[in-house]
C-alpha cells in the first residue's frame, strides 16, 4: 500500500513524480455563474429584507429615542401570563426641552417621577428592551451572513477538489463506497 510518501510513483501512470516535467495539473479557479450569484447574493438579501422589515421600527426607536420624565401614569395592567395581553400604563412624559408626549408604556408600574426612555407617543421603561431586540435581529441577520459564506467556501472547495481529481486522473470523482452516513457507522 502506497503512502504517498515517497516521490518515486504516484501510482496512476507509472511515471515518477521526479520524471514528470510538469506537476500535476490542479483545477483552475472558476467563478460563480449569475445563476449561482443570484443564490449567494440574493437569498441572504431575502432574508436581510425580512428581517429589516421586523427590526426597522425598533431601528428607529433608538434613533429617535430621548429619555423623558413621567409626569402622570394611570390605567396600568398587571398583564395576563401567556394568553392574557402584556403588562402596560397609559402614561404622559416630559422630555428635557419641555415638549410633553403621551401613550402605552410596557411595564406593571409606572408612577410619576420615573425617567422612560421614549418618543412620540411610544415609550420603555429604559433603552435596554429596544436594545435587546435590534441585538436579537442583528444577530440572526450576522448569522445569516456567516453561515451564507460558510456553505458557499466549503461548496467552492468541494467542487474545485472534485474537478483537479477529474483532470488529474481524467475520471469522475466517486465517494468511497465504504462511506455511509448512518449515525452509528454500520454500513447499511
Known sequence: MRTGDDDTNDGRDGVGLKERGNPLPEAPRTWPSAQQW??????????????WLFAESHVQELRDGRTATVIGAGGCHEGGGHAGPPPS????????DGHISSGTVPSSSVVRGDTVFAGE???????????????????????????????WVVEFRQDRQRRTYELRYGHEYLPDPG??????????
Open 38 to 51: 443570484l443564490v449567494i447574493l440574493g437569498t441572504p438579501a431575502v432574508l436581510l429584507g425580512v428581517l
Open 89 to 96: 400604563c397609559h402614561a404622559t412624559w416630559q422630555f428635557p
Open 121 to 151: 407617543g411610544w415609550a420603555y421603561p429604559s433603552a435596554a428592551p429596544v436594545w435587546q431586540l435590534v441585538g436579537i435581529f442583528s444577530f440572526i441577520a450576522t448569522s445569516v451572513l456567516v453561515v451564507n459564506v460558510a456553505i
Open 179 to 188: 462511506y455511509t452516513s448512518d449515525p452509528s457507522g454500520s454500513a447499511a
